[in-house]
């Protein structure tokens, strides 16, 4: 989830856009086969293990593939798309949830925070488990070395998040061939352990899932729950949708991909078949020794793409959680000139490589980590299933009866992995619980602000027709400038104009209202963006409409419909109003401590001059207290 190409650059080349793919969609799933086999195995016993239990585990592995990437997002998820978007938010907008009516319709929502903040934490584990995995082949190829595992692992996991700041757009023409050469590498490594246990295909029956499920009643949970690691990732290929497109993602997934995966996941299992005692790292034994070395290089890199595409997925998801107005306004970096997807979120950022760093000096090993890892897109795949039979409730049109049979067989599908992974609780499952239940409080307290915020400037202020038709003020002081009031409210006054007229007694020459809208979907054209409204003489009213995926960027929009009515854009100023967050004295309740939040969150959001691009030289910052 998250770097992006443009489609008309990928068009140069025979299934450019497909090898694209590859880097950017694909990086989070694709380096599963480094630890999921694996746990497997130590789910059902270690070195304990039966043949049995090897092709339960393989078949378990691929009717997960298949039902849960293959059937739910490739066949039906990636085809509700929000203008080309997709993603866990692009389905709360689809639904119209960012409103403040709810109604009973609340849950949805709540589904929706709850899968977005799911995404959020796993921008700390995937970096940790993948690197940590492809760096842990040191153990194998020389084991002299391995107290080396933890360190190398930081250092590659700082260098990675050091350089989201250069942006990616240069190198990330290098992800897709790099990725291509790591599934035909595990393709091929696949296939020379197939050759030495040709049996282990057995293992694309289900019933042998099924069989080792009832072998191992107490350990069912545990099991299905290492089995979830094959399918992680595999939200992304529905938070990519808008970069590549269904026909390009579901090409590269089935052609190359899936087929990739499958034949290394059955690889590890004939290596395992074979020489039992390559339980300790399947992936890197079923390699031949002059293939160690650059194995290890090559998973590294694919490594380092998984993370670098799950990182700055973060930082998009976080993108528009702020523009749809549940997280705070933070400092967003453009850096790529032709593509306004291409972000890097400085603050983010750095708490993500704080907490990434501390997750693996902390766990130490992928097997301790694995047990924290892939509950948090076990229930972000719970929730966008909520959500998307909802949307197909809403809008497709479906006859009752099939509408019900896809909705039990993917939720049957999905709280049965949820349900397996809560097993890990108390072996670190607890870290990405604890992680998303921090960003839904920070959401819920943020947007709840707001909502207080809003309502205390409606007592501080009156409508905009109301304060345009008052003749009391006549004989104010008049400057000759020509003002630019934002307005969080639109059709109320704003409240440092009112606070102007009121306590300085000074009006403009001309006065012009902007309120930003945030639409509910990815992109607004141009000719849409922007309606102005003269309200008289001296006021005009301007209404800008961004996408939740644009560069709000005020003075570049407003400047060409403030000349075309003969205002010169480069001589106003603007005027801007800053509330000073007053929480209250004493902490009794919930909604207190919400306050009180809020009051943090908004000292240290980023301010209205920098978010809107608004020219520093010109603005005026009017500051007033609001009491919560």
């Known amino acids: 989830m998250a770097l992006s190409f443009s489609r008309d650059r990928t068009r140069a080349l025979p299934f450019a856009a497909e090898i694209g793919a590859l880097g950017v969609v694909f990086g989070d799933i694709g380096t599963s086969p480094l630890y999921a086999l694996k746990q497997g195995v130590l789910a059902v016993g270690g070195t304990n293990f039966l043949g049995a239990d090897v092709l ?8 997960s593939i298949i039902l849960s990437v293959t059937v739910k997002y490739v066949m039906l998820v990636l085809r509700a798309d929000n203008d080309g978007e997709g993603g866990i938010l ?19 929502l709540a589904a929706g925070l709850l899968g977005a903040s799911m995404l959020i934490g796993d921008g700390v584990l995937t970096p940790a488990i993948s690197v940590l995995s492809a760096i842990e082949g040191l153990q194998v190829i020389a084991p002299e070395l391995e107290h080396w595992v933890v360190a190398l692992t930081v250092l590659v996991l700082a260098a990675i998040f050091l350089s989201q700041r250069l942006g990616t757009e240069r190198i990330a023409s290098f992800f897709g061939p790099v990725m291509l050469l790591w599934f035909g590498s595990l393709a091929a490594l696949g296939v020379y352990g197939i050759v030495q246990a040709p049996q282990v295909l057995a293992g694309l029956d289900p019933r042998h899932g099924i069989l080792l499920m009832v072998a191992h009643p107490g350990l069912a949970g545990v099991i299905l729950g290492a089995c979830f690691l094959a399918v992680t990732g595999g939200e992304a290929l529905y938070a990519d949708l808008g970069h590549f497109g269904r026909p390009v993602i579901a090409r590269a997934w089935l052609f190359v991909a ?46 380092v793409i998984a993370s670098q595409s799950i990182i700055t997925g973060v930082f998009s998801l976080a993108k528009q959680a702020i523009e749809l107005g549940y997280l705070p306004p933070m400092r967003i970096r453009y850096t790529s000139e032709h593509n306004e997807q291409h972000i890097y979120v400085g603050r983010l950022n750095w708490l993500l490589m704080i907490a990434c760093i501390a997750v693996v000096l902390g766990f130490e090993a992928s097997e301790r980590l694995a047990s924290a890892y892939g509950i948090a897109v076990a229930f972000a795949m719970v929730t966008t299933s909520i959500l998307f039979i909802a949307q197909v409730q809403r809008a497709w049109g ?22 397996a992974n809560m097993t890990k609780i108390h072996d670190g499952g607890w870290l990405p619980l604890s992680i998303a239940g921090a960003i839904i409080f920070v959401m819920v307290s943020w947007r709840r602000g707001l909502e207080g915020v809003v309502a205390q400037q409606v007592r501080f202020t009156e409508p905009l027709d109301s304060f345009v038709a008052r ?24 409240v440092a104009l ?15 209202i902007v309120s930003v809208w945030i639409a509910a979907r990815p992109r607004v054209s141009v000719e849409d963006r922007v309606k102005v409204t003269t309200l008289n003489e001296g006021f005009v009213r301007v209404d800008l409409r961004f996408g939740y995926m644009q560069q709000i ?9 403030l000349s075309a009515r003969g205002i010169d854009p480069d001589a106003a100023i603007y005027v801007i109003g800053h509330e000073r967050i007053i929480p209250p004295d004493e902490v009794t309740k919930i909604k207190d401590v919400v306050a009180h939040v809020f009051a943090f969150l908004a000292r240290n959001a980023e301010r209205s001059v920098d978010r809107f691009g608004l020219p520093r030289a010109r603005t005026v910052e009017i500051g007033y207290p609001v009491k919560l």
């Not at 003020?473 to 059709?491: C, Q, Y």
Request: proline share 8%; hydrophobic share 55%; charged share 15%.
């Open 498 to 512: 009112s606070r102007m007229a009121d306590l300085l007694k000074v009006r403009f020459e001309k006065a012009v």
């Open 258 to 303: 899936m087929p990739a995966l499958l034949l290394n996941y059955f690889g590890q299992g004939a290596i395992l078949l074979v020489d039992p005692n390559a339980v300790r790292n399947p992936f890197y034994d079923l390699s031949p020794d002059w293939f160690d070395i650059p194995l290890l290089f090559l998973a590294t890199a694919a490594t």
């Open 553 to 561: 960027d005020v003075p570049s929009v407003l400047g060409p419909a």
């Open 398 to 419: 479906w006859p009752a009866p099939a509408l019900w049979l896809m909705a039990t067989c993917m939720l049957l599908v999905d709280f049965a992995f949820a349900a």
């Open 56 to 63: 339960g585990l393989l078949s378990l592995i691929t009717w």
């Open 471 to 494: 003749k009391d003020r006549v004989n104010d002081v008049e400057s000759p400038r020509t003002a630019i009031f934002l307005s969080r409210a639109g059709a109320m006054t704003p």
């Open 90 to 108: 692009a389905l709360v907008t689809l639904l119209d949830l960012h409103r403040s009516a709810l109604g009973l319709r609340w849950y949805l």
